[in-house]
C-alpha cells in the first residue's frame, strides 16, 4: 500500500482563492488502498469495492488533510436537493450540501459528474454541489446558491469533470439546457446525426453567472481523458469515486 500524500488532495491558492480560514481539497485516485477496477483511493460504498478497503481510503483522506472529523457524505441521487448540515448528519439524500458551522466538513462525490465548490468571501458559509447534467439542468446550482445570504459575494471552484471532447449527449439533453436558457447553445457542438459534445464547465458558468457570481476558478481538466489521475464511470463503468470537500476551520470561529 503506498501512503496518501496530502499535497495531491489539496487545492492550490494558484487554482482558488479562499477566504481566510476555509479548507478546500479534491482527490484524485491516487494513494488508496482499493485494487483492481477501484484502484486505488476510492472513496464510495456503493461501488462494489471491498469494504475495509473504502474505510481505510476515508480514514486516510481525513489524516492526511488533517480533517476536523469525518465528512458528511451524501446519498446522491442526481437531484437538485440540498441538506443544510449542523453536524451529527449520516449520509443524507442529496446532491449539496451547505453549512455555517466550523468543523463540518461538506463532500461530495464524482467520477465525471461537475463538482462545484462554494465559499462566501466572509468566510462564515460553504458548500459542495455533485453537478451531473441532471442536477444541473435540474437546478441544484441554483438551489445551493439560495442557502447564501448573497450569491454576488461568493467565490466558486469548477472541480475536474468529463470535458467538451469527451462529453458525447442527445439532441434531449441539449434540449433541455437551451429551453432554459437559449445561450446554453454555445456550450454544444454537433458530433454526428442526433449527437452533440456538450461543455458542462461553460453550462455550469452560465448558470452560475446567472444568479450573479463573478468569481469562478478552476475547470479545465478532463476525468474521461485522464485514466492515471482520475476516476470516470463514462470510461470504464465500473470504477471508483473521487471526492470534493470544503470546510470551515474550528479555530477561527467567532473571530
Not at 141 to 166: K, N, Q, S, V, Y
Request: some cysteine.
Amino acid at each position: 500500500m503506498t501512503t496518501m500524500n496530502p499535497i495531491e488532495a489539496r487545492i492550490r491558492s494558484r487554482e482558488w482563492h479562499l477566504p481566510p480560514g476555509v479548507r478546500a481539497a479534491s482527490t484524485t485516485r491516487a494513494g488508496g488502498a482499493s485494487e483492481g477496477n477501484w484502484a486505488s483511493l476510492n472513496l464510495a460504498r456503493h461501488v462494489q469495492d471491498d469494504p475495509v478497503h473504502v474505510e481505510a481510503n476515508r480514514e486516510r483522506l481525513v489524516r492526511a488533510l488533517g480533517l476536523p472529523g469525518e465528512p458528511v457524505w451524501l446519498n446522491q441521487v442526481h437531484a437538485a436537493q440540498v441538506a443544510i448540515l449542523k453536524g451529527g448528519e449520516k449520509e443524507p439524500a442529496a446532491d449539496a450540501a451547505f453549512t455555517r458551522v466550523p468543523g463540518v466538513v461538506c463532500a461530495i462525490m464524482t467520477a465525471d459528474c461537475l463538482p462545484v465548490l462554494f465559499a462566501d468571501q466572509s468566510g462564515g458559509a460553504v458548500a459542495a454541489a455533485h453537478a451531473g447534467w441532471r442536477g444541473l439542468a435540474g437546478g441544484v446550482l441554483e438551489a445551493t446558491l439560495e442557502c447564501f445570504d448573497d450569491p454576488t459575494r461568493l467565490t466558486a471552484w469548477l472541480g475536474p469533470a468529463i470535458g467538451p471532447t469527451a462529453f458525447q449527449v442527445g439532441d434531449e439533453v441539449r434540449e433541455v439546457f437551451i429551453a432554459h436558457d437559449s445561450a446554453a447553445q454555445d456550450a454544444f457542438k454537433p458530433d454526428g446525426a442526433g449527437h452533440w459534445l456538450a461543455d458542462i464547465y461553460q453550462l455550469a458558468r452560465q448558470r452560475l453567472s446567472a444568479m450573479g457570481v463573478t468569481r469562478i476558478q478552476g475547470g479545465g481538466r478532463c476525468t474521461f481523458s485522464e485514466p492515471e489521475r482520475y476516476f470516470s464511470y463514462r470510461r470504464d463503468r465500473k470504477t471508483g469515486r473521487m471526492a470534493s470537500l470544503i470546510w470551515i476551520e474550528e479555530e477561527t470561529a467567532n473571530e
